[in-house]
């Protein structure tokens, strides 16, 4: 099939831009192929100037998997296609990933320049992974972030995904939607989601299967008594009729009602059952629905609101006391729709164990040099209190704060702002995890795959934020601080290349 052959899970590796391959041809042919790099992603800031929730590690790991189990016939049926120069073909087609990556797990709450993901390894291997790392973890920070902010609006009223439709291909539907459940949606739609990820897809009904059934308040009638009829049973038991095909209050409404009534569905039935609205003006209309819900005797029914939700949509309709059971928001998350694209970046910070940086004239793209982790410290209630960026090796005080001794952070931008960490009033934790180490795969990485366990990993952390710093608008800023050693290096790079200026 040449060229029109089926794409196999390695062109998730080269779906790249050509610099990267034009840079590694320069290396290889200047033999610096070997000399060993570190490449951190991370981001500068969010929508809201708060925190972001990390999804995507999963199929990072995956990418380097790929790389490491794809035989060199298959590397070379596609490299050959695209690369022309055959020493740099030779090298890609025998070339495995032998490096190690560092990162926050899925689920984690992370702030502005804090490494992501870090990758230690050959020069080469290091640099084709930018692109397809940047693809994976650009959208699934957005819409896991996005979903972060949705499920805060509306808590603690339950959230479903179901934007796929909108959603910005295939990868964007089935990713996306997994990411979605990481920033705290409690069900989603996408079978694809159930199938690759475990995780099992909710439905309801569509306009069109109520208008299948002919025009007006008889159709309508039936098609929820077949409805109930064929659904009451299955494992899915789930029952919501949609019900503003024609006319919600005066139609949809008293056919939901008598519905139920005529197949004796009632409060004692095992499975969820109600109404879903998906127009007009769902405060109202949730309230008056509510009303003649109880007055009926269906005080356990459920109402599901849809309709082109955001964040903002939903804290009015909880503000004007709407009659809600679960929200369903669809591209608002499906694309992150306020802020679709999500400005992560992959950027040297290490060549041989030299340290190296990016200047700018935009203070926001300086880059933090070195081979670095992160630590989250906790203040004596529990809750996080600011996270210290040191570096992996001859940090004094990522010393101190291992032994939890006295340690002063202090404001990167501001001298005057510091905070003394007194012993045994603060406790921390390490957030960068090694999940790769040589190329191979370690067991940690395991629980990536557990995506409700990054769920509940991601509600566990956000328990542990102030009420201050996860508001959707003005968040209290948390403390990002670097180390006295990082912030030293950092400053006496900019020092040395300043001093080259003319």
């Given at each position: 099939m040449g060229r029109e052959r089926i794409l196999t899970d390695f062109a998730k590796v080269i779906n790249s831009d050509r610099y990267q391959y034009t840079e590694s041809d320069i290396f290889l042919m200047e033999?610096?192929?070997?000399?060993?790099?570190?490449?951190?992603?991370?981001?500068?800031?969010?929508?809201?100037?708060?925190?972001?929730?990390?999804?995507?590690?999963?199929?990072?790991?995956?990418?380097?998997?790929?790389?490491?189990?794809t035989s060199e016939e298959e590397k070379r049926e596609y490299f050959s296609k695209i690369i022309e120069e055959e020493h740099l073909l030779e090298y890609l087609v025998k070339m495995k990933f032998t490096g190690n990556l560092y990162a926050m797990r899925d689920g984690e709450i992370v702030?502005?320049?804090?490494?992501?993901?870090?990758?230690?390894?050959?020069?080469?291997?290091?640099?084709?992974?930018?692109?397809?790392?940047?693809?994976?973890?650009?959208?699934?920070?957005?819409?896991?972030?996005?979903?972060?902010?949705?499920?805060?609006?509306?808590?603690?009223?339950?959230?479903?995904?179901?934007?796929?439709?909108?959603?910005?291909?295939f990868d964007s539907a089935v990713a996306g939607t997994k990411a979605s459940i990481i920033g705290g949606c409690l069900s989603h739609s996408n079978m694809m989601t159930e199938y690759k990820y475990g995780i099992p897809s909710v439905g309801t009904m569509a306009h069109s299967y109520i208008q299948a059934f002919g025009v007006g308040s008889i159709a309508e009638k039936e098609a929820f008594d077949i409805f109930i009829k064929h659904r009451r049973e299955r494992k899915a038991n789930t029952l919501i009729l949609l019900i503003d095909t024609y006319n919600t209050l005066g139609i949809?409404?008293?056919?939901?009602?008598?519905?139920?009534?005529?197949?004796?569905?009632?409060?004692?039935?095992?499975?969820?059952?109600?109404?879903?609205?998906?127009?007009?003006?769902?405060?109202?209309?949730?309230?008056?629905?509510?009303?003649a819900l109880d007055a009926a005797g269906f005080k356990k029914a459920k109402i599901f609101l849809t309709n082109s939700l955001n964040e903002s949509l939903i804290k009015s309709l909880k503000e004007q006391e709407a009659a809600v059971d679960i929200f369903g928001v669809g591209d608002a998350i499906a694309v992150s729709k306020s802020n679709p694209c999500f400005g992560g970046v992959y950027k040297i910070v290490q060549i041989e164990k030299k340290p190296v940086i990016k200047l700018?004239?935009?203070?926001?793209?300086?880059?933090?040099?070195?081979?670095?982790?992160v630590y989250r410290i906790y203040d004596e209630e529990g809750f996080a209190y600011a996270d210290l960026?040191?570096?992996?090796?001859?940090?004094?005080?990522?010393?101190?704060?291992?032994?939890?001794?006295?340690?002063l952070i202090r404001d990167e931008k501001y001298e005057f702002k510091t905070?003394?960490?007194?012993?045994?009033?603060?406790?921390?934790?390490?957030?960068?995890?090694?999940?790769?180490?040589?190329?191979?795969?370690?067991?940690?990485?395991?629980?990536?795959?557990?995506?409700m366990g990054s769920r509940q990993y991601y509600l566990d952390s956000l328990a542990k934020v102030s009420d201050e710093r996860k508001r959707l608008e003005n968040p209290h800023q948390y403390k990002v601080d670097l180390s006295k050693d990082l912030l030293e290096l950092k400053y006496n790079l900019i020092k040395e290349i300043k001093s080259q200026i003319v």
């Open positions: 033999n610096m192929q070997e000399k060993e790099a570190v490449f951190d992603m991370y981001f500068r800031k969010t929508e809201d100037g708060g925190f972001a929730v990390v999804s995507g590690v999963q199929e990072v790991i995956e990418l380097i998997n790929i790389l490491n189990k702030y502005p320049n804090e490494p992501i993901i870090t990758i230690k390894a050959p020069l080469i291997e290091a640099k084709i992974l930018e692109t397809p790392i940047l693809n994976l973890m650009n959208m699934q920070l957005a819409i896991a972030t996005k979903a972060s902010r949705v499920t805060r609006a509306a808590y603690p009223i339950p959230v479903t995904s179901f934007g796929s439709r909108r959603a910005h291909g949809g409404l008293k056919n939901a009602i008598q519905s139920f009534k005529d197949n004796a569905i009632d409060d004692s039935y095992p499975g969820n059952y109600g109404i879903r609205i998906d127009s007009g003006d769902l405060a109202y209309l949730s309230k008056k629905c509510r009303k700018s004239e935009d203070v926001i793209k300086i880059s933090n040099p070195g081979f670095k982790e960026l040191t570096l992996v090796e001859n940090d004094i005080d990522k010393e101190k704060l291992l032994n939890v001794e006295n340690i905070s003394l960490l007194v012993t045994g009033k603060y406790s921390y934790r390490k957030i960068t995890n090694e999940f790769v180490k040589n190329g191979v795969i370690k067991e940690e990485a395991l629980t990536l795959q557990n995506v």
